[in-house]
């Protein structure tokens, strides 16, 4: 209903940049581990990814049992309002990947697209109720966040020791990131209220802070960060341990800063509200920095080759803080790879997660040097109580 600049100008931003992205020449993705220390021990001379994407996309509510809810069920509405008491949420990441690995080095850069959006509960029961007499809707919460970045990785990974029975190695990687857009928005202090005779007034306060490179002079994004990692190999055993966004933050300058104040009044008519043109009754606008915390993530591994054409594994994720896919809660996955013959691989992976199961089954062809990785899963559950979709695609030429 309320519409301001500042929210329409980042959107567009943030569109431009993800059609950027899924329009790289192919891309791909996945809930993989990526642990520098592989580089100790390298599998190649010479490795090309020329492109990789992974995605992950989650809502709160919606699954392909409740998206067709018939409401004229005696009861559904209510059910469908009860699961949206703390709002409708919107969580999206998506990642590119593209570069290459020289023996122990590699070098990578990774365009990547994050973003979510908390809807107050008071919407959906004025699309579903409409506007009542003598009620009150509070709006405020609403909100959303997004940025928008190119990450160039370097990394190194070098042996600590290695013998018959079994090596060690270390590795790391430096993410030098680049900021393209970023934004924050909210609503505060706002409300839609009715009096007994129908007559409906709505007040709103947005504040946004918003940037991207085309829109505001002198804008800057400017983040480094490193991953830590070390593995393990014993015969058929792997284990690794890999410490990611270590530094993790990004400082944004000359962003846009604004605070708009509106109230109206809304009307009825013969087909419904007619909500005019918001009154600006305030507005205040200046220059900001900002700083986004990218929290730290340690994952834990292991990796058994079981048979000669079965390999499972298990391992844990904790995050140290929240935000852009990564929660603090501690989670685990347990998998397995079945490779029927030397150039396919079948795996199946879960993701025990506090808010939800994710599923990711995976397909992996190596025709000589030409690799071909596809994964495509369930997040928040499996098949009709799923709330989300992750997956992913990679071409590699492998030398």
């Not at 970045?149 to 993410?175: Q, R, V, W």
């Not at 410490?243 to 104040?261: C, D, F």
């Amino acid at each position: 209903m309320i519409i301001n600049k500042a929210i329409k100008r980042f959107s567009i931003s943030i569109i431009l940049n993800l059609v950027m992205i899924i329009s790289w020449p192919l891309v791909t993705t996945g809930q993989s581990v990526e642990n520098p220390a592989h580089l100790a021990f390298p599998t190649a001379n010479f490795e090309l990814t020329l492109s990789e994407l992974c995605f992950n996309l989650q809502n709160n509510l919606f699954n392909s049992t409740n998206i067709n809810l018939d409401l004229d069920e005696p009861g559904a509405k209510e059910d469908f309002l009860n699961l949206t008491s703390n709002g409708i949420s919107l969580t999206g990441l998506v990642s590119s990947k593209m570069g290459f690995s020289v023996k122990r080095f590699g070098f990578f850069l990774r365009p990547f697209v994050s973003g979510s959006m908390l809807v107050s509960k008071s919407v959906p029961e004025l699309i579903f109720n409409g506007i009542e007499p003598n009620s009150a809707y509070d709006l405020s919460g609403t909100n959303f966040s997004g940025i928008s970045a190119l990450s160039l990785d370097f990394c190194y990974g070098h042996p600590i020791f290695k013998n018959e029975e079994a090596s060690l190695g270390a590795g790391i990687t430096m993410h030098y990131l680049y900021g393209l857009a970023v934004g924050k928005g909210e609503l505060t202090e706002t409300s839609i209220t009715t009096d007994a005779w129908g007559q409906t007034e709505y007040n709103a306060v947005v504040e946004a802070t918003y940037g991207d490179i085309v829109s505001n002079d002198g804008f800057s994004g400017r983040g480094t960060l490193f991953d830590l990692g070390i593995i393990y190999q014993k015969k058929r055993l792997t284990g690794g341990l890999v410490l990611k966004n270590i530094g993790g933050a990004l400082t944004w300058q000359n962003l846009q800063q604004e605070r708009l104040t509106y109230q109206n009044e809304i009307t009825g008519g013969a087909e419904g509200p007619d909500i005019p043109d918001p009154i600006e009754t305030e507005t205040t606008d200046s220059q900001a920095n900002l700083q986004t915390e990218i929290p730290m993530v340690l994952q834990v591994y292991t990796d058994y080759q079981l048979w000669r054409s079965l390999k499972l594994n298990l391992g844990l994720e904790k995050g140290f803080g929240e935000g852009y896919g990564i929660t603090s809660a501690t989670n685990f996955w347990l998998g397995a790879e079945w490779s029927p013959w030397r150039f396919i691989s079948l795996g199946e992976t879960v993701y025990l997660k506090s808010t939800g199961n994710d599923y990711l089954t995976e397909l992996k062809l190596k025709l000589g040097f030409f690799w071909l990785n596809f994964g495509l899963g369930w997040s928040g559950g499996f098949g009709e109580k799923a709330t989300g979709i992750n997956g992913n695609m990679a071409i590699i030429f492998h030398f």
